[in-house]
């Protein structure tokens, strides 16, 4: 994967930013709250179709602005494409995505055609926040290169709110409940198999990368415990649990309780891991997801680096050149020319440089 160029307008605090790439290692270096992290945002975008830290899509919007856009043109296995995101505030049609001109009906079918990692610091969550952020990142990953999957969680989600509300009635007929039973049974079944499958191949490339980040110290691993554990048993639990569903208006069984246990069969990282060992476990995580995208594939992602060079003691800062080096593309942000040789150490790869104050970027000149 390689980003050759990038538009952002009226994108946050960027109300017209126009880059364009051709080095390996582009670096952004500004205060806080200048705009880095934003250019990081739009770039992840072109993966996610979302932000990767805001639900509400309006927010990316400038202030006081109608409209947004992205434009981005990248290449692909030596293929050229290009890529652009619109949302208008009025109008009949809200959001607009293009590949190649061609208007992308079903945001599924946007899915999969720019890959990239993003580390930064709120990935602790992860680690700490338990199973909810877990089963976030796991679909989220799974979703950026399958379709199906991303379709069967929303219709999953869509689902489990029918079933949901039908719960809420006041006096609902059981029948007007257990309709949702099948179809939910169905769903679920597909996203157990596949949530199964991914866990077990990152857990081998996860359990390897936090040994040799840890000098084989740390040996955890991920695994899936799934709150059903096939069709039979989910179909008896929707019909156990029907008198507890309706007393608390939600439904109790199902992949949306799935745990996803990181450290030892016995116990989670998130109860015991020293602040070095979470954020170890993060790296290594992100770093398998890097690794099974690059196997699986045969392209590596391009990594969005934010701002997390000053949370890597030594051995993660090497661990990371390592990382680095295996990648086409790699884009940092950093708030000082300090933090570049921190991230790369004596990397000799071609590097763009770029200072950033109030949403407006110049190239800076290395002499
Ligand atoms: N929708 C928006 N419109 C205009 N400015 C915004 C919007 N959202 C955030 N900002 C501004 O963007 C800046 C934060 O940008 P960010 O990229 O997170 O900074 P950093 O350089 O620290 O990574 C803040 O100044 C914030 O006020
Ligand atoms: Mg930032």
Redesign the pocket.
């Known amino acids: 994967m390689f980003l050759r160029r990038l538009t952002l307008q009226n994108f946050?605090?960027h109300t017209e930013t126009d880059l364009t790439f051709k080095s390996k290692l582009i670096f952004?270096i500004?205060?806080?709250?200048?705009?880095?992290?934003?250019?990081?945002?739009s770039i992840s975008i072109l993966s996610l179709l979302k932000s990767f830290r805001e639900s509400d899509e309006d927010?990316?919007?400038?202030?006081d602005?109608d409209f947004t856009f992205l434009r981005a043109e990248f290449e692909s296995r030596g293929e050229d494409f290009l890529f652009e995101y619109g949302i208008q505030k009025q109008g009949i049609k809200r959001k607009r995505i293009k590949i190649n001109g061609e208007v992308i009906k079903k945001v599924a079918d946007s899915i999969g055609f720019f890959k990239s990692v993003i580390l930064c610091p709120p990935d602790l969550a992860i680690i700490e926040a338990g199973n909810q952020e877990r089963r976030k990142f796991i679909d989220s990953f799974i979703s950026s290169h399958n379709q199906t999957y991303l379709q069967n969680i929303i219709e999953y989600q869509r689902l489990l709110k029918q079933r949901n509300s039908a719960l809420k009635k006041e006096n609902p007929s059981v029948q007007e409940i257990e309709i949702w039973n099948e179809p939910l049974v169905e769903r679920d079944a597909q996203i157990r198999k596949e949530r199964q499958k991914i866990i077990s191949e990152l857990s081998i490339y996860f359990s390897k990368n936090l040994s040799t980040l840890s000098n084989g110290k740390d040996n955890f691993d991920i695994f899936y415990k799934p709150n059903v554990s096939s069709e039979q048993e989910h179909r008896e639990k929707l019909i156990k649990n029907l008198k507890k569903d309706m007393a608390i208006g939600y439904t109790s069984c199902g992949s949306h309780r799935d745990d996803i246990p990181i450290g030892t069969q016995e116990r989670d990282l998130s109860h015991f891991g020293s602040q070095g060992q979470k954020r170890s476990a993060v790296i290594a995580m992100k770093t398998a997801s890097f690794q099974w995208t690059k196997e699986n594939t045969g392209e590596a992602p391009v990594l969005l680096i934010?701002?997390i060079i000053r949370e890597l003691d030594v051995k993660r800062r090497e661990y990371f050149v390592e990382l680095i080096s295996g990648c086409d593309q790699a884009f940092f942000?950093t708030t000082d020319l300090e933090g570049i040789k921190d991230y790369i150490g004596s990397l000799d790869f071609e590097r763009e440089i770029y200072e950033?104050e109030?949403?407006s970027v110049k190239r800076r000149i290395e002499l």
Do not use: P
């Open positions: 946050r605090n952004f500004g205060n806080n709250g200048e705009g880095k992290t934003n250019i990081l945002e927010q990316v919007l400038k202030w602005s934010d701002d942000t950033i109030s949403g």
